[in-house]
């Protein structure tokens, strides 16, 4: 489907006025409003990132490591949670609790109108990465920011989508190094850690999981488009 065709069959304001918008370089989502994620409806706007497919991918390969780990109710935190769309999903296909942190005032907005609107209740969180929170889980998934800061990315995405949510520090690791070395802390003994990563970055993530993580299985997936983009570290 073609974005003109998104537009006619999806926006429902002025459609010539959304035309304009798209030639100007703006996101036909953005444009439209909402995107669909997994099967729910999930707002967004300039204050979130737009929903991938590979996100979507991250969210399948997670429920279904989590229906063969855990048999009873699970708590889950979801780390930067953005539009809400991983929270909101797993809620709705796991037996769990879910937090969800981010450190945007109006991401989180957005989120909580995507939970209401979706019909489910997540805990959202403000604050860094995992600094506000003080409980154990079973499960921990992050899409967080992971863009090199000196790459070369598409310029309708860096021109239209928060960088907060792109960019990290130190070649765009910074999150995931942050998110390991402080894991241990609010994850239980049993538990997954499920990160969707940049392509490139999967080897040193690995390695530096083995330093926090050294009983767990660590394992790197691939997408659809063959490339390494998924980061599951498994302790019994």
Same mark, same amino acid.
């Given at each position: 489907?073609?974005?003109?065709?998104?537009?006619?069959?999806? #926006?429902?304001?002025?459609?010539?006025t959304a035309?304009?918008?798209?030639?100007?370089?703006?996101?036909?989502?953005?444009?439209?409003?909402?995107?669909?994620?997994?099967?729910?409806?999930?707002?967004?706007?300039?204050?979130?990132?737009?929903?991938?497919?590979?996100?979507?991918?991250?969210?399948?390969?997670?429920?279904k490591?989590?229906?063969?780990?855990?048999?009873n109710e699970?708590?889950?935190?979801?780390?930067?949670?953005?539009?809400?769309c991983?929270?909101?999903?797993?809620?709705?296909?796991?037996?769990?609790?879910?937090?969800?942190?981010?450190?945007?005032?109006k991401?989180? !907005?957005?989120?909580?109108?995507?939970?209401?609107?979706?019909?489910?209740?997540?805990?959202?969180?403000k604050?860094?990465?995992?600094?506000?929170?003080?409980k154990? #889980?079973?499960?921990?998934?992050?899409?967080?920011? #992971?863009?090199?800061?000196?790459?070369?990315?598409?310029?309708?995405?860096?021109?239209?989508?928060p960088?907060?949510?792109?960019?990290?520090?130190?070649?765009?690791?910074?999150?995931?190094?942050?998110?390991?070395?402080?894991?241990?802390?609010?994850?239980?003994?049993k538990?997954?850690i499920?990160?969707?990563?940049?392509?490139?970055?999967? !080897?040193?993530l690995?390695?530096?999981?083995?330093? #926090?993580?050294p009983?767990?299985?660590?394992?790197?997936?691939?997408?659809?488009?063959?490339?390494?983009?998924?980061?599951?570290?498994?302790?019994?």
């Amino acid at each position: 489907m073609t974005e003109l065709e998104y537009l006619k069959k999806y #926006y429902d304001g002025d459609i010539e006025t959304a035309k304009e918008r798209l030639k100007k370089g703006e996101p036909v989502q953005y444009i439209v409003g909402n995107v669909d994620f997994y099967g729910n409806y999930i707002e967004v706007n300039k204050d979130v990132l737009i929903p991938r497919f590979e996100t979507e991918e991250l969210v399948e390969k997670t429920i279904k490591r989590c229906q063969k780990k855990f048999s009873n109710e699970i708590d889950i935190v979801d780390i930067g949670t953005g539009s809400g769309c991983i929270a909101i999903t797993l809620k709705k296909e796991i037996l769990c609790n879910v937090d969800a942190v981010d450190i945007s005032e109006k991401a989180l !907005e957005i989120a909580k109108k995507n939970a209401f609107k979706n019909n489910v209740i997540v805990n959202f969180i403000k604050g860094n990465l995992l600094e506000p929170l003080n409980k154990k #889980y079973d499960v921990l998934i992050s899409n967080p920011p #992971y863009i090199d800061k000196q790459e070369n990315i598409m310029e309708i995405v860096k021109n239209n989508e928060p960088e907060i949510a792109l960019y990290a520090s130190h070649h765009g690791l910074s999150c995931y190094e942050n998110i390991l070395k402080n894991a241990n802390r609010i994850m239980k003994q049993k538990c997954l850690i499920a990160f969707e990563i940049g392509d490139k970055q999967g !080897e040193y993530l690995e390695n530096y999981a083995k330093n #926090y993580f050294p009983n767990a299985i660590i394992t790197i997936e691939k997408d659809l488009q063959g490339r390494n983009r998924f980061l599951f570290i498994d302790r019994k």
